[in-house]
């Protein structure tokens, strides 16, 4: 079992920034490829960025490419979101979760296994 905690979220105006954080206990962090997805309202929840075992292999979402950085800290279990020149559309509540499959680096949702509680993201215009 691992159990994952969310925070960082908050209101920001459109451009602003946050960083998200996620740590995480219960099974050996640095043994699975951890994932940050979204879900506004009405909206299925969709994958944002995914990062490898070591860190090395990062993978995004096209909305997000170039404004968003995914990053791990394996010594401490922490998988990070920065979040720049955000949009309203960025609005949502944003998940970590970590894959099912020690070694697996795959994107779909239904791949990961274990989820936190979310923190909600909100950009005003």
């Known amino acids: 079992q691992v159990q994952l905690v969310e925070s960082g979220g908050g209101l920001v105006q459109a451009g602003g920034s946050l960083r998200l954080s996620c740590a995480a206990s219960g099974r050996t962090f640095s043994s699975f490829t951890m994932g940050w997805f979204r879900q506004a309202p009405g909206k299925e929840r969709e994958f944002v960025a995914a990062?490898?075992?070591?860190?090395?292999?990062?993978y995004y979402a096209d909305s997000v490419k170039g404004r968003f950085t995914i990053s791990r800290e394996n010594g401490k279990n922490t998988v990070y979101l920065q979040m720049n020149s955000l949009k309203p559309e960025d609005s949502a509540v944003y998940y970590c979760?970590?894959?099912?499959?020690?070694?697996?680096?795959?994107?779909?949702?239904?791949?990961?296994?274990?989820w936190g509680q979310g923190t909600q993201v909100t950009v005003s215009s």
């Open positions: 979760a970590a894959h099912r499959s020690p070694g697996s680096t795959t994107l779909p949702r239904d791949d990961y296994a274990y």
């Open positions: 990062i490898s075992l070591s860190g090395k292999n990062t």
